[in-house]
């Protein structure tokens, strides 16, 4: 994906959204509904009824970018559709976009570096 990578805010609108919004539209529902800065970094993430499509806006320093995909095959693993946010890690907003289970991907595990015995 060309934008956001690393340690990156993602935040997940977990109602539909009317998808004839372009970037101002949902700019306008991040400071409304969400109570938060569409121009702070941070990516917003928001779907559609039909669960083959998505929708990204985020500020890139320069410009707000409006990012959309729609599957060909198959749906979007979302979250059970409720009011309110939630935040999903670059790496699950990754697999999200991939048509994958985001839920499944998880924090590397720190593994203890083994110590010599003298």
């Given at each position: 994906m060309?934008?956001?990578?690393?340690?990156v805010?993602?935040?997940?609108?977990?109602?539909?959204v009317d998808?004839?919004?372009?970037?101002e539209?949902l700019?306008?529902?991040?400071?409304?509904?969400?109570?938060?800065?569409?121009?702070s970094?941070?990516?917003?993430?928001?779907?559609?009824?039909?669960a083959d499509?998505i929708?990204?806006?985020?500020w890139?320093?320069?410009?707000?970018?409006l990012?959309?995909?729609r599957?060909?095959?198959?749906?979007?693993?979302?979250?059970?559709v409720?009011?309110g946010?939630?935040?999903l890690?670059?790496?699950?907003?990754?697999?999200?976009?991939?048509?994958?289970?985001?839920?499944?991907?998880?924090e590397v595990?720190?593994t203890?570096?083994?110590?010599a015995i003298?």
């Amino acid at each position: 994906m060309i934008g956001p990578t690393g340690a990156v805010r993602v935040m997940v609108a977990t109602r539909p959204v009317d998808f004839r919004k372009g970037a101002e539209g949902l700019a306008a529902l991040v400071r409304e509904q969400m109570h938060t800065d569409p121009f702070s970094g941070v990516v917003y993430v928001f779907r559609a009824k039909r669960a083959d499509r998505i929708k990204l806006i985020f500020w890139d320093g320069t410009g707000l970018v409006l990012y959309a995909k729609r599957l060909e095959d198959g749906e979007f693993r979302w979250p059970k559709v409720q009011d309110g946010v939630m935040r999903l890690t670059a790496a699950q907003l990754g697999a999200l976009l991939e048509g994958l289970d985001w839920r499944r991907v998880h924090e590397v595990r720190r593994t203890r570096t083994p110590v010599a015995i003298a």
